[in-house]
Each structure stands twice: as C-alpha cells, then as structure tokens.
C-alpha cells in the first residue's frame, strides 16, 4: 500500500486564502502534466471541470438557485481533492515541496521595500 503524505504538508501555509488556492491549481496542474500519474487518474480533475460548464446539474438552479451554485463547487472541490489524494503520495510531495520553495523565492524577492517618510502637518485653523 502506498506510503500517506503526513497531514502536516497539506495544511495551509501563511499567505492567505486565494495564495493557497493558486498553490492548489498549480499542484493539480503540475500533477496533470506527470507521467508517473495514472492517465486515467487525470480524468476526475477534467470530469469535475466539464461538470462545472455543463447544462444540467444534479440539484437544478431553478428550485433552489443558491444550492444550484453551491453543488457545481462541491463537485469541483471533491474532484480536485480526490485527485491529490489519489496520486501517489511521494509525486504530490516532490511537487509541493518545489512549489513552496518557488513561493519562497518568490516571498523573498517581496520582502524589502524601499521607501520614504514624510511627516506633514495640518496647517488648518
């Protein structure tokens, strides 16, 4: 059986929630494009995505409009997160680990501004 990623890599790193988002696409995207992941694997991402554009829906928007919405995103959350978990395990971690080394570098670069500071004062009566 294959070996479990420890839970302590896919906890959200500091950056917010739409930086961990863009790290997740980046995972399935780079997972898609490895040979060492099953080709039939590759389709639950592709499935989950087609599912979001297509016409009919499991609960329809027309009775209730908001649930219509909320059950396209929970098909294509549950796709993507089965994906990951479905990958073998040592592929998903050589990814996320070259990905926070990128997001490091990258925070790095970010981390200095240089800048100025200019007190004024309030002339009004």
Same mark, same amino acid.
């Given at each position: 059986? +294959?070996?479990?990623?420890?839970?302590?890599?896919?906890k959200?790193?500091?950056g !917010?929630?739409?930086?961990?988002?863009?790290?997740?696409?980046?995972?399935?995207?780079? %997972?898609? !494009?490895?040979?060492?992941?099953?080709f *039939? $694997?590759? &389709?639950?991402?592709?499935?989950? %995505? +087609?599912?979001? *554009?297509?016409? +009919?829906?499991?609960?329809? !928007?027309?009775?209730l409009?908001?649930? /219509?919405?909320?059950?396209?995103?929970?098909? %294509?959350? $549950? /796709?993507?997160? $089965? &994906?990951?978990?479905?990958?073998?395990?040592?592929v998903?971690?050589?990814h996320?680990?070259?990905?926070?080394q990128?997001?490091h570098? $990258?925070?790095l670069?970010?981390?200095?501004?240089? !800048?100025?500071a200019?007190d004024?004062?309030?002339d009004t009566?």
């Open positions: 059986m +294959a070996k479990k990623i420890p839970t302590s890599l896919m959200p790193t500091s !917010g929630m739409l930086k961990d988002l863009v790290m997740r696409i980046k995972l399935i995207l780079r %997972l898609m !494009g490895d040979r060492r992941v099953n *039939f $694997l590759k &389709f639950l991402p592709i499935a989950s %995505l +087609a599912y979001l *554009f297509w016409p +009919a829906d499991l609960i329809p !928007g027309l009775v409009p908001i649930i /219509g919405a909320v059950d396209d995103a929970a098909i %294509l959350w $549950l /796709g993507s997160y $089965l &994906f990951v978990e479905l990958c073998p395990p040592e998903v971690q050589e996320l680990e070259k990905l926070r990128e997001r570098n $990258l925070d670069d970010d981390e200095i501004v240089e !800048g100025e200019t004024i004062e309030d009566p």
